[in-house]
């Protein structure tokens, strides 16, 4: 782990994980280990995708989760995104426990 302050990348990472729409798209990414990209088309499941552009991929843009691409309309791991892959696989392997 690196030198940061105590619990900085865990409160980062929790905070992330904070809402359903930021959990989907992370564990989209997680899910797609060959593409390791999401159409931003494809997130808004019934969610405002003005939320998605101005709320949500910008928070996990800040963090370095994900980077978009506006121009492709895709969404792709960021370089902190490691940071945050073994929560996402707690979550992934507990999905139905967990309800998400």
Not at 54 to 75: C, D, R, T, W, Y
């Given at each position: 782990?690196q030198?940061?302050?105590a619990?900085?990348?865990l409160?980062?990472?929790?905070?992330?994980?904070?809402h359903s729409v930021?959990?989907?798209?992370?564990?989209g990414?997680?899910?797609?280990?060959?593409?390791?990209?999401?159409?931003?088309?494809?997130?808004?499941n019934?969610h405002?995708?003005?939320?998605?552009?101005h709320?949500?991929?910008?928070?996990?843009?800040?963090?370095g989760f994900?980077e978009m691409n506006?121009?492709?309309g895709?969404?792709?791991?960021?370089?902190?995104?490691?940071?945050?892959?073994?929560?996402?696989?707690v979550?992934a392997?507990?999905?139905?426990?967990?309800?998400l």
């Amino acid at each position: 782990m690196q030198n940061a302050p105590a619990g900085t990348n865990l409160d980062r990472q929790f905070d992330a994980l904070g809402h359903s729409v930021r959990r989907r798209i992370l564990l989209g990414l997680f899910a797609s280990n060959g593409d390791r990209t999401l159409e931003i088309d494809c997130l808004s499941n019934g969610h405002s995708e003005l939320a998605l552009y101005h709320s949500h991929i910008p928070k996990l843009e800040a963090a370095g989760f994900v980077e978009m691409n506006g121009e492709q309309g895709i969404v792709q791991r960021g370089d902190n995104y490691s940071e945050i892959e073994p929560l996402l696989s707690v979550l992934a392997r507990n999905d139905e426990q967990l309800s998400l």
